[in-house]
């Protein structure tokens, strides 16, 4: 497989990603005297309810150090003490210090070092500004598949040129998704907006399993600045370490009527107890409140916050800051083997966009940059012991790209856009109900039947890819709360509040 040429396909640039953006860091056993991998495997399964996958555990926890030797031999820098050792961080749901960062950007810090590889390299092309529309299946051989079809298999994908806005056909031996999570199905999120769940939306419309979408992890504290940011600014949970305190519109404290750890309880735990107040009071946002810190103590701590504070008019030494809680992070998506492969065959993912069993009901801090390096190397390696027995398919047709665009297009998607992102939060958010999750059924068929008449008479464009594939996720996290009638880890329901026995 030395001679096999890899097309990286990105709908905007290399640069844009949700692990730009991840500041906690990468969790792994490093300092051997205190740390065990039985420990960090146990912490990993308690987060996750005991809904992981044994197995993808102790693959992600033991293959870990050996990855974190290849990022730093690939230039990665994590931080160290005086001493030469790293310096090792904490976060919640960890018994032991072994989270490595470098600063509070240490998801940049990586994809950095990698993208100056992957531009080094010789047999990988670079397409950025170039969407995948669809992957390529026995489908477009005029076969029947359905989700009964034993031997799906992938073939590549055709792509959007957005420059040219022509639709080419990439043909592949072996195609691997990695297109990261869902966040801007929701009004209010962390991500990039490009978190549109492409892939995910791609595999499943190829009949491909899809799992545990249910899963969404919910920021509890993101700064609410209506109709200004979007991704939201995130006010850190080390805010609250630092002894900030929530509070209702009212200004009194809530968190002790739903933990006795208060504003410091998990944050599945805070974001439903804003979700509560919220939805109490009829309020889109709850206040952190840090005015009673020292002030110089606080902007030293968090110039950053403070300045955007400053920037909206609030003072955060003076003034409480308005938050709400934004979604974060899946847990779920496109289902995947202990060496990355999809259902389909050829067909691998990782990262965010797949589901490995590794989170279960609930993500570990900092286990989500693990378990990308470690099942990338896994589907690598995988992918190399197979590709020489796979070929190209070259009878797969061109794309058919008659179709239309009218300008008045534009404005029914982007509002389609912001109803399927409504819909979302306000029905399929932190706190489910059956009564809930049958309107958004209502409500995202509708948008859905609209959609693709629509997709039908149009040219291709990013935004109306888009469009469709957050209705495609949306009906996936709505359909499967539906289907799990009890309450756990992030999936959270006023019908079944308890766990089944």
């Not at 709908?11 to 730009?20: F, I, M, Q």
């Not at 509002?415 to 209502?442: H, T």
Request: aromatic share 8%; glycine share 8%; with cysteine.
């Amino acid at each position: 497989a030395d001679n096999a040429r890899v097309a990286l396909v990105c709908k905007t640039s290399l640069e844009e990603a949700n692990t730009y953006f991840a500041q906690g860091g990468i969790a792994s056993v490093t300092n051997l005297e205190v740390d065990n991998f039985t420990k960090h495997i146990k912490d990993t399964l308690v987060a996750g309810d005991w809904l992981s996958d044994p197995a993808a555990v102790e693959k992600v926890v033991k293959g870990g150090p050996e990855q974190i030797e290849e990022l730093i031999k690939w230039g990665v820098n994590f931080d160290k003490k005086e001493n030469g050792e790293f310096d090792l961080h904490r976060e919640g749901g960890h018994s032991e210090f072994r989270i490595l960062h470098h600063a509070d950007n240490t998801g940049a810090e990586i994809q950095t070092s990698l993208i100056k590889e992957v531009k080094r390299h010789p047999n990988i092309d670079v397409f950025e500004n170039h969407f995948a529309i669809e992957i390529l299946t026995q489908h477009h051989l005029g076969k029947i598949v359905t989700r009964r079809t034993q031997d799906i298999t992938c073939y590549g994908a055709y792509v959007l040129n957005q420059q040219t806005g022509n639709v080419d056909k990439f043909l592949s031996r072996i195609t691997l998704m990695a297109t990261g999570g869902v966040g801007a199905v929701y009004t209010t999120t962390t991500n990039p907006l490009i978190a549109t769940g492409d892939g995910i939306a791609m595999v499943y419309r190829a009949k491909g399993t899809v799992k545990d979408m249910e899963f969404i992890q919910f920021h509890p504290t993101a700064l609410y600045n209506p109709g200004g940011d979007r991704p939201s600014f995130l006010i850190t949970e080390a805010m609250r370490g630092y002894g900030a305190v929530l509070r209702n519109l009212n200004g009194e404290e809530f968190m002790h009527k739903y933990d006795s750890r208060l504003s410091l309880a998990p944050r599945d735990i805070v974001a439903r107890a804003i979700d509560s107040e919220m939805k109490l009071y009829g309020s889109d946002h709850v206040y952190l409140d840090v005015t009673h810190k020292d002030p110089e103590e606080t902007k030293q701590h968090f110039p950053n916050i403070y300045e955007k504070c400053m920037s909206l008019g609030i003072d955060i030494t003076k003034d409480y800051i308005p938050v709400a809680p934004a979604a974060h992070y899946l847990c779920g998506g496109i289902k995947v083997d202990l060496n990355g492969e999809s259902s389909i065959k050829r067909l691998y993912a990782v990262g965010e966009c797949s589901c490995t069993g590794l989170h279960g009901g609930n993500r570990l801090a900092s286990n989500s940059l693990l378990e990308a390096i470690v099942y990338a190397d896994a589907a690598a390696k995988h992918a190399q012991e197979h590709i020489g027995g796979y070929y190209l398919r070259s009878d797969i047709p061109d794309w058919n790209d008659e179709g239309t665009t009218h300008p008045e297009e534009m404005v029914l998607i982007t509002q389609s856009i912001k109803e399927v992102n409504q819909i979302m939060g306000y029905y399929v958010g932190i706190v489910r109900s059956d009564v809930r999750l049958n309107r958004a059924w209502n409500r995202l068929d509708i948008l859905y039947e609209e959609t693709e008449k629509l997709f039908k008479v149009s040219k291709a464009s990013r935004e109306i890819c888009e469009l469709r594939n957050i209705i495609n996720v949306g009906y996936l996290i709505m359909r499967q709360a539906m289907e799990r009638k009890e309450s756990r880890g992030l999936h959270f329901t006023v019908d079944y509040p308890h766990p089944q026995k």
